[in-house]
């Protein structure tokens, strides 16, 4: 059962939808369509917020925590920096 909310007291303030998935929280922006999810509600609250900062090119980071959260998705940082140098079509976050 999916629900839909505003929360003026979280830093994302548009409106999401949050559902139970087996056992993760999955959480969707409406209006960008950004899903991502969560061990709990709240670590998908974060996830969420992060995400659409990132779709939207809000998050800013240094190089270093750039290839650290790239990391943490196992995603080789020299792989994609070595796909930027060739190629312009890339996703837009990832150029």
């Given at each position: 059962m999916a629900s839909s909310t505003r929360d003026s007291d979280l830093d994302h303030e548009?409106?999401?939808?949050?559902?139970?998935?087996?056992?993760?929280?999955?959480?969707?922006?409406?209006?960008?369509?950004?899903t991502t999810q969560g061990e709990t509600r709240e670590e998908a609250l974060e996830m969420i917020d992060e995400a659409v900062a990132l779709h939207r090119g809000d998050a800013v980071g240094t190089?270093?925590?750039?290839?650290?959260?790239?990391?943490?998705?196992?995603?080789?940082?020299?792989?994609?920096?070595?796909?930027?140098?060739?190629?312009?079509?890339?996703?837009?976050?990832?150029?």
């Open positions: 548009d409106e999401i939808r949050m559902w139970r998935e087996d056992d993760v929280w999955v959480i969707t922006d409406v209006e960008t369509g950004v190089p270093e925590e750039e290839r650290e959260v790239l990391r943490d998705l196992d995603i080789d940082p020299d792989e994609v920096k070595a796909a930027r140098e060739e190629d312009d079509e890339l996703p837009e976050f990832l150029q």
